[in-house]
């Protein structure tokens, strides 16, 4: 079964660094890209990135340009997305999901990870 | 940037009825463009990519048309179980943005 599996909740103060995760299984993972999505409280769908695990390269959206870090270790099949200094408005549930085709960097999003809950508070 | 725009944002329909969602490019985008559904409370699912093409899966009451700016996500007849928000997303480009919601209810 290919399915994509997140890192649990996480729960933060202003100004920390946090790294979730997200594997993938029952595919060639270098093989597809992974995106990651944000959905604020209430909101709708953001995108924010996508990676290529098999040679790590990555498209931000510019309004998460330099805000977050995607990256992925292809030997344990694991996407990343991490915060150098959290901000209460990156409280939100954050999804990755993998693209429909191999190789492909303009395509939908098939399989969704469960989601992570990241709640920033003091 | 091209922006995606969904409408309406909300509908209420009874079951049986059809029901018409629309989304459009303030540029072309070919039909590179999806349509996702979430449950409340749940993780979206791909319902239609390349702008007609039903998911494996899916329902076939639900259907995609369009190319170019304009698209529309069609229930032929709506269902209990089809409550959800929509989504369509741009996948084309550097900017792959999702249309804001279309909130679909029962009446």
């Known amino acids: 079964e290919v399915q994509l599996v997140q890192s649990g909740a996480e729960v933060k103060k202003p100004g920390e660094s946090l790294k979730i995760s997200c594997k993938g299984s029952g595919y060639s993972f270098t093989s597809y890209w992974i995106g990651w999505v944000r959905q604020m409280p209430g909101k709708g769908l953001e995108w924010m990135g996508i990676?290529?695990?098999?040679?790590?390269?990555?498209r931000y959206s510019p309004s998460f340009q330099g805000q977050v870090t995607i990256s992925a270790d292809k030997s344990i099949s694991t996407a990343y997305l991490q915060w150098s200094s959290l901000k209460a408005s990156d409280t939100a549930m954050y999804y990755c999901a993998r693209h429909g085709r191999q190789y492909y960097d303009d395509d939908a999003f098939d399989i969704w990870g469960q989601g992570t809950m990241v709640t920033v508070s003091s | 940037d091209i922006q995606m725009t969904q409408s309406p944002s909300s509908l209420s329909a009874s079951v049986g009825d059809r029901v018409t969602i629309t989304c459009r490019a303030s540029q072309g985008i070919s039909n590179y463009l999806a349509w996702y559904q979430q449950k409340p409370g749940k993780v979206p699912k791909l319902l239609i990519y390349?702008?007609?093409t039903l998911q494996s899966g899916v329902p076939s009451r639900f259907s995609g048309s369009g190319s170019g700016t304009d698209f529309t996500l069609t229930i032929s007849s709506l269902q209990p179980e089809d409550v959800a928000t929509y989504y369509c997303?741009?996948?084309?480009?550097?900017?792959?943005?999702f249309g804001q919601g279309t909130k679909v209810e029962i009446k």
């Open positions: 390349a702008a007609s």
């Open positions: 990676i290529y695990p098999g040679d790590s390269d990555t």
């Open positions: 997303q741009k996948y084309n480009s550097a900017l792959r943005a």
